[in-house]
């Protein structure tokens, strides 16, 4: 099942270098991502194609308007039978974690709209139900780039994406962990040598050092990570209570 993304934007150039190359160039030749792009500024309805305006009760910066947004919206939504999932990139927005870019990952269409200047007319937010979703806590000038990144993150998810299909599985914050560390040829570089355990063949071994090199890395660089991971192998392995007739737990 192809996944469609449609991006509504006021630079559709500024997208054409990131998803003309590698892996998300790849996904969409192979048809398992369409991703449409389409240009706010069509959908102004005055001769100068306005779509921003100065604020309500002063102050700097110009605003994006209603109109434009949401004629955009309705022509792309009839493009494709599926409503999907609309989303404004706004740093206001919930911060894009791996959980989100799974779950984004399993949805049929996707539907960005990027902003630009002071940011939305609330109404846009209001009007349209959208999820909002922020790439981190700073401002950028435009929805572009966050856009990108979400493109870029749940694309690499799509199954067939990605030449080696685990690849993603051991990367990092799958599982709640950050990945181990990898070493390449040579064996020693200006004196710098790759952990013998890689040279030694025993996968069992290999695997179980990788397995806690990404415990001691994850405790060390993230320990909020590593704190919610303890604490959700520590109900996953939970014995769970025997209950009675009146379903309160009891000891066995
Ligand atoms: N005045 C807005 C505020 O303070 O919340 C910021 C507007 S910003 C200059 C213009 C546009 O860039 C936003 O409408 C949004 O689409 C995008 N943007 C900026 N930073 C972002 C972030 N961290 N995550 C997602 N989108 C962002």
Same mark, same amino acid.
């Given at each position: 099942?192809?996944?469609?993304?449609?991006?509504?934007?006021?630079?559709?150039?500024?997208?054409?270098? $990131?998803?003309?190359? *590698?892996?998300?160039?790849?996904?969409?030749?192979? /048809?398992?991502?369409?991703?449409?792009?389409? /240009?706010?500024?069509?959908?102004?309805?005055?001769?100068?194609?306005?779509?921003?305006?100065?604020?309500?009760?002063?102050?700097?910066?110009?605003?994006?308007?209603? #109109? $434009?947004?949401?004629?955009?919206?309705?022509?792309?939504?009839?493009?494709?039978?599926?409503?999907? !999932?609309?989303?404004? =990139?706004?740093?206001?927005? !919930?911060?894009?974690?791996? $959980?989100?870019?799974?779950?984004?990952?399993?949805?049929?269409?996707?539907?960005?709209?990027?902003?630009?200047?002071?940011?939305?007319? &609330?109404?846009?937010?209001?009007?349209?139900?959208?999820? &909002?979703?922020?790439?981190?806590?700073?401002?950028? *000038?435009?929805?572009?780039? $966050?856009?990108?990144? =979400?493109?870029?993150?749940?694309?690499?998810?799509?199954?067939?994406?990605?030449?080696?299909?685990?690849?993603?599985?051991?990367?990092?914050?799958?599982?709640?962990?950050?990945?181990?560390?990898?070493?390449?040829? #040579?064996?020693?570089?200006?004196?710098?040598?790759?952990?013998?355990?890689?040279?030694?063949?025993?996968?069992?071994?290999?695997?179980?050092?990788?397995? &806690?090199?990404?415990?001691?890395?994850?405790?060390?660089?993230? #320990?909020?990570?590593?704190?919610?991971?303890?604490? !959700?192998?520590?109900?996953?392995?939970?014995?769970?209570?025997?209950? /009675?007739?009146?379903?309160?737990?009891?000891?066995?």
């Amino acid at each position: 099942m192809t996944m469609r993304i449609d991006v509504l934007t006021l630079f559709p150039e500024m997208f054409e270098s $990131p998803l003309g190359y *590698s892996i998300l160039k790849r996904a969409q030749q192979q /048809n398992i991502v369409t991703i449409a792009l389409s /240009n706010i500024r069509d959908f102004a309805t005055d001769k100068y194609r306005k779509v921003d305006d100065t604020p309500y009760g002063g102050g700097p910066g110009m605003v994006m308007m209603c #109109p $434009p947004v949401f004629a955009c919206l309705e022509h792309v939504r009839s493009q494709a039978p599926e409503p999907g !999932r609309v989303i404004l =990139l706004t740093p206001q927005g !919930r911060p894009l974690s791996q $959980p989100k870019v799974e779950a984004l990952s399993a949805e049929r269409r996707l539907i960005l709209i990027a902003g630009r200047y002071e940011g939305f007319d &609330e109404r846009i937010r209001q009007g349209l139900d959208a999820e &909002e979703i922020s790439i981190g806590d700073y401002v950028l *000038s435009g929805g572009e780039l $966050p856009a990108m990144v =979400l493109i870029d993150a749940v694309v690499r998810l799509l199954g067939g994406a990605l030449g080696d299909e685990d690849s993603a599985a051991d990367d990092s914050f799958a599982g709640g962990l950050l990945e181990y560390p990898h070493y390449t040829r #040579p064996e020693e570089f200006r004196r710098m040598r790759v952990p013998e355990i890689l040279l030694s063949g025993d996968h069992g071994k290999i695997a179980r050092w990788r397995h &806690e090199q990404r415990l001691r890395r994850t405790q060390q660089r993230r #320990p909020d990570l590593y704190a919610n991971w303890l604490k !959700r192998t520590e109900a996953d392995n939970a014995i769970p209570k025997t209950r /009675n007739n009146e379903n309160q737990e009891i000891d066995t």
